[in-house]
């Protein structure tokens, strides 16, 4: 494959990937089709918004959120039966009892494990340390600029979180989990290794204070912008929004099983900061994974990290061994 460059890179030399908005397929009926699946991503975005900023404190709490986000994720899972972006990335039971698990997984083990080792006990005993208040005019900010702030600074730091996963061997061994996924729909974002679940979600936002209706609106972006990330399911997106926000598209190239489009777009939500950092490719790909795209069962999702590290070590410092001739022999075989 010759590829296509972009910037200094080659991009789709060893996996095909479609590169540019020009050459991405768009959402094909009649013009009723065509407007909601143009106008939808938008419209979910500002309805939430105005639905946080309005919603009266009775109504306005975590608990709410937690089901409009149970909802809106079956409004999706629906979607993607009917309007399947590929065939090929089609539900089956056994992706969605995966998937479940890991769901699961996040809302019991991984946010308990969260409450007394995650970023927010770290940053109140780093606070405490140094006798430091927060930032508290943060709260005397438009609402809406607090909400976009929280949003912002998490997806910022995770940008960098992200980008180092894919460049120190230590870190992108948990992370490399992820990336044996095959096919994209909306709870895929939750498959991965625990300790690289651990290590995504940490973030500084908790050395400022804001308001609890900022943060509620906060996570409205996230879920509104973030969720399309991993869905199977075609949007005509505006020019602005997929200028401004990640998409499935540029999701799906950081998923392709070519080297080089894997290592773009490590923004979760602001495709934005992949721009001003020069690693936004604008394209999509349908073949994913590693290996070929072969896909890791629980198990060893579970315990790859530790296996693969072990044989790293091993292959770095284990005892060499002589062969016939006397020579010294490779300790190991270089990890995949």
Known sequence: MDGVRVGKRLIGTQSPVTVGWENVPRVEGGPVKQFVFTWFQPTVLFALIAFWYYAPNSIAKASTAIGIGIGFKVLLLTMEWFFPRHESWRLTWKELV????????????????????????????????????????FTGMPLLVQAFLISFIFDFGQ??????????????????VHHYITQLNINKGAVGNPVELFLIGLG?????????????????FGMAIGTYQHI???????????????????????????FEASRSNFSNTYIFIDRIFGTCVDGEAELLGMEGGRRMSI???????FTEGWKALKEKYGRAKFGEDGFAEPAGVPAE
């Open 299 to 305: 198990r060893e999702q579970m315990t790859f990290p």
């Open 232 to 258: 199977n399911v075609r949007f005509n997106s505006p020019r602005w929004w997929r200028f401004l926000f990640n998409t499935t598209e540029h999701h799906s190239l950081h998923h392709s099983q070519d």
């Open 204 to 220: 500084i936002g908790g050395f400022f204070d804001f308001l609890p209706r900022a943060a509620l609106l906060a996570g409205a």
């Open 159 to 176: 940008y960098w979180m992200h980008r180092g996963m894919h460049n120190w061997y230590p870190l992108w061994l948990p992370h490399s």
């Open 98 to 137: 995966t998937d479940l698990f890991y769901v699961g997984l996040g809302y019991t083990i991984l946010r308990m494990i969260d409450g007394y080792i995650g970023d927010g006990p770290i940053i109140e005993a780093i606070q405490h340390y140094f006798q430091s208040d927060k930032f508290m005019w």
